[in-house]
């Protein structure tokens, strides 16, 4: 201890805390490098050299396995809170590596011991941070500490880089994929790994959606692998429920097609702290070897898996290009193109009648400007056209189409139940070994033989539940694949439009039939609706069709049930034409049961005479009137009528008549003898008289 530093040291140096600062950078070398920490625990006795009794000597190693560029060091930061409170004398580290390996940290520290008169001791000597020469040596040991890290960083990662290059590199592979004895990347042994993969693959092929996939592995009751990346279980294989988020990684990793790939990512901090993971584009990979090792799919496959999941992605984006199809009934979702713009057209229902009604609309330009539509166009009889067309185009495949359907289920009810007996053998051979462990532990050591029993207890509830599982998939593909079941699915051949047209078909399955065969739809509004359709081998199609109905036409009563109730006017009531039109099974332009306000709306719209207009038209005079004319009681008419001197119709459903007047001679006779007398006995004499024939 030479005089220099004792001179540095002062009573009120004295008087405050001495702090030790003891850090490795990793908890390997915390575990391996003790000689490192014994010798920072060891400057203690400097600190007692220098003054400071060994009880105000404060340790801090709560950073034990952190690196020196980490800003969030607990124990550094208490550290630096204390020494700007003024209550440390001195700051003892065993070098300024340890203290901090960022020079922002380690010139915040020296700023703020200057200004507290705060000392520095390392294994070199001791520094007073408020002068210059002092200052300068610091700010060298600090430059030079953090130029040291960056060599090291620089000379591990060159390492690195240099085996990723030739394809060396051992990196953390999916499940799937495992090193053998002699480190080479080969198929994992285990065949239901190996089944779970290929069958993820084939249903995501198959459905064109991650969505679709995990749903079908949930419906088909497959559990899929996962390695265990940390814990105690670490490097273990667990079966678990398919998420969406791990079949997306499945989908996006390349080393499923046998390639090497590295520099995918990499990490960059944020101004919130912390760092986050930005993924690359592939030309920005470091390196990729394709076909370096064994894999479960081509690189082609690889790529179109890539282009439908950016399909699917964009189903949201802004340019709402081709999506999966989905539940709506609309069948080009995803596939109209505007002919004015040349934008992606959206998809809108309206309920029309009690079913949902598509709705093509070009919105882009006015959501971005505040503009009208650019044109929208009613889809009902667009997809009808659309639905024509394919069906004229696929009846010629369609007993190729039947075969290889029924081949594709065979085979995927095949798959489902080889994994799912493979997931019931899993089971019991787990049960099995835990019944091996509890029975070969000695009955002695009672917290051993009943954490063993616990765990074989568990092991067999779930092999039943495995059992059961399986035994219930089997019951329900069995009444799938019945052989009712393969004749519906060979009458393809010769009822491919039935099914097309059959209101059981789900909507999302004949979208899926337009995606296989039409690559996009342009569609033009004019006078009238143009569709140029495209299909997938380049050909093209021109669709012409009539402008849709307006709603008020829409809801129109058809002209022949307007014609049926004018003809019916001429012999019934209103309230008798209600009854005829709705026993006869019509409707209103609404699709409702017709009453009498409809028949009096639709008499009034289109100019229909009712009945009784009808039949004042055709001289018959309302009971008054003809009364008059008589020269008679309107009482009389009525009794004449009742004998059958006059004829009468109903004309309203009131119950009221109109008559019909009597001939010119009948009615001077009844005249002379209606004055003869006045009485209504006499009336009735006179009605008696013309019954008997007199």
Not at 368 to 388: K, T, W, Y
Not at 516 to 542: I, M, P, S, W, Y
Request: hydrophobic share 40%; with cysteine.
């Amino acid at each position: 201890m030479n005089w220099d530093m004792h001179h540095k040291v002062t009573a009120s140096h004295l008087e405050r805390l001495a702090y030790l600062y003891v850090r490795q950078s990793t908890l390997r070398q915390v575990l391996e490098n003790t000689e490192s920490t014994k010798r920072q625990y060891a400057l203690r006795e400097r600190a007692v050299a220098l003054g400071w009794p060994l009880d105000r000597i404060v340790v801090i190693d709560s950073d034990l396995g952190q690196s020196g560029a980490n800003s969030d060091r607990e124990g550094f930061q208490k550290l630096v809170s204390a020494v700007g409170m003024g209550e440390v004398g001195i700051v003892l580290g065993l070098e300024v590596s340890r203290l901090a390996r960022s020079s922002v940290d380690w010139q915040r520290l020296l700023e703020i011991c200057a200004l507290s008169d705060t000392l520095i001791l390392d294994e070199d000597g001791l520094y007073d941070p408020g002068h210059f020469n002092d200052r300068l040596l610091l700010g060298l040991k600090g430059t030079m500490s953090e130029a040291e890290l960056h060599v090291l960083k620089a000379r591990l990662l060159g390492g690195v880089l240099a085996k990723a290059s030739r394809g060396e590199l051992e990196i953390p592979l999916p499940v799937g994929l495992v090193y053998d004895s002699v480190r080479r990347v080969v198929l994992d042994p285990d065949q239901q790994v190996q089944a779970a993969i290929r069958t993820f693959f084939e249903t995501f092929k198959r459905t064109g959606s991650a969505s679709a996939t995990v749903r079908s592995f949930h419906q088909q009751g497959l559990l899929f692998p996962t390695r265990i990346r940390f814990g105690a279980h670490k490097g273990e294989l667990a079966w678990r429920q398919l998420v969406h988020h791990r079949a997306t990684r499945v989908l996006k990793n390349p080393s499923y097609t046998g390639a090497f790939a590295f520099g995918r990512s990499h990490l960059r901090k944020v101004a919130a702290g912390g760092r986050r993971i930005v993924r690359l584009p592939r030309d920005q990979w470091h390196t990729l070897i394709l076909d370096a090792h064994p894999g479960y799919i081509s690189w082609s496959e690889y790529e179109d898996n890539l282009r439908r999941l950016h399909e699917n992605a964009q189903a949201h984006g802004s340019e709402r290009r081709q999506s999966p199809p989905r539940e709506g009934p609309a069948l080009l979702q995803g596939m109209a193109i505007c002919g004015r713009c040349g934008e992606r057209m959206t998809v809108r229902y309206h309920s029309q009648r009690g079913r949902m009604v598509p709705e093509y609309l070009c919105q882009k330009e006015a959501v971005e400007f505040s503009q009208p539509a650019c044109q929208r166009i009613v889809g009902g009889e667009l997809d009808r056209a659309i639905g024509r067309l394919l069906v004229e185009t696929v009846a010629p495949l369609a007993l190729e189409v039947a075969l290889a359907v029924q081949e594709e289920l065979q085979t995927r009810a095949r798959d489902a139940d080889r994994m799912r007996h493979q997931q019931v053998e899993r089971a019991s051979y787990e049960a099995e070994l835990a019944q091996r462990r509890y029975l070969s532990v000695d009955p002695g050591y009672r917290l051993v033989a009943s954490t063993l029993e616990a765990d074989w207890n568990h092991k067999l509830r779930a092999l039943d539940a495995a059992q059961e599982e399986y035994e219930r998939q089997c019951q329900a593909e069995g009444a799938l694949l019945d052989e009712h079941k393969r004749a519906q699915v060979l009458a393809l051949s010769t009822d491919f439009p039935r099914l097309w047209d059959d209101p059981n078909t789900p909507a999302r399955e004949r979208k899926r039939m337009v995606r296989l065969l039409l690559e996009d739809v342009t569609l033009v509004k004019n006078e009238r609706v143009v569709a140029q359709v495209r299909f997938r081998g380049g050909a093209c199609r021109t669709l012409e069709l009539p402008l849709p109905l307006n709603a008020w036409q829409l809801r129109r009563t058809a002209p022949a049930v307007v014609a049926e109730i004018d003809d019916l006017l001429g012999q019934h009531t209103v309230g008798e034409v209600v009854d005829i039109l709705n026993a006869r099974g019509r409707r209103t332009g609404t699709g409702i049961h017709f009453n009498r306000s409809a028949v009096q709306r639709l008499c009034q719209s289109y100019g229909l005479a009712d009945r009784r207009t009808r039949l004042r038209r055709q001289g018959l005079l309302p009971l008054k009137e003809l009364a008059a004319q008589l020269g008679i009681h309107p009482d009389t008419v009525k009794v004449w009528q009742r004998a059958g001197l006059l004829h009468s119709q109903v004309c309203n459903d009131k119950g009221e008549h109109l008559y019909e007047p009597p001939g010119k001679g009948t009615l001077i006779r009844y005249q002379q003898k209606f004055k003869r007398s006045q009485t209504a006995e006499i009336a009735t004499d006179v009605v008696n008289e013309v019954q008997s024939g007199a």
